[in-house]
């Protein structure tokens, strides 16, 4: 049944003025199609950013390393990750219990690997006493789960930026704290935008940076 301009045109305001009062009373928890601020999944390796980037001061650079060379910053690979780990097994505190526990029943001290530092291992094919191959575990890439994701109608260069001096803060929040990483920032186009004509206006830390607000720069 077809319906007259009229009827249409008043079910798209009821369905408009709906939607409004959804996004009124429900306050920052509905969002736009696409906007994943807040998204924080559990992933395969419980990796905290707090501890790594916060309390070690491990610099972003160290384990993203494309951030500043290339338009994506890169997830480390396993052998990173072992560039430590093949020396840290298990936190500070789970070892000197361990300690403690073998001088009052006088013997000698067991290896202590934690659960999820296990989980690396296995993934590289390794035993974890003795970091000899393990013929039963088949080497297996850890599949981290994407965060922050734009659209494929979006170009973005990671290297522009971090060579810009804008810090991983600015788009990704204080992740130095965050014991599991989320979104902070919506990423919308709005976001991008007011962020470019801000630093078009002040600079980056006091330098001029010429940031364009050209649709062809980011869409192309």
Known sequence: ?????????LLLLLVLIGLAGLVSSAGTTVHLPGNDQGYEPAQPIAFSHQLHAGELQIDCLYCHSGADKSRHAGIPAAGTCMNCHKSVR???GAIRAEDEMAQQENRAPRRIVSPEIAKLYT???????????????KPTPIEWIQIHKLPD???????AHVNAGVTCQECHGPVETMERVRQVADLSMGWCVNCHRDTAKYGVNGKPVASSTDCAVCHY
Do not use: C, K, W
């Open 90 to 92: 298990a936190t500070f």
């Open 1 to 9: 049944m077809l319906r007259s301009p009229i009827t249409t045109t």
């Open 153 to 159: 109608f979006v170009y973005f260069n990671h290297a």
């Open 123 to 137: 993934a590289l094919g390794l035993d974890p006493e003795t970091f000899e191959s393990d013929p039963a575990q």
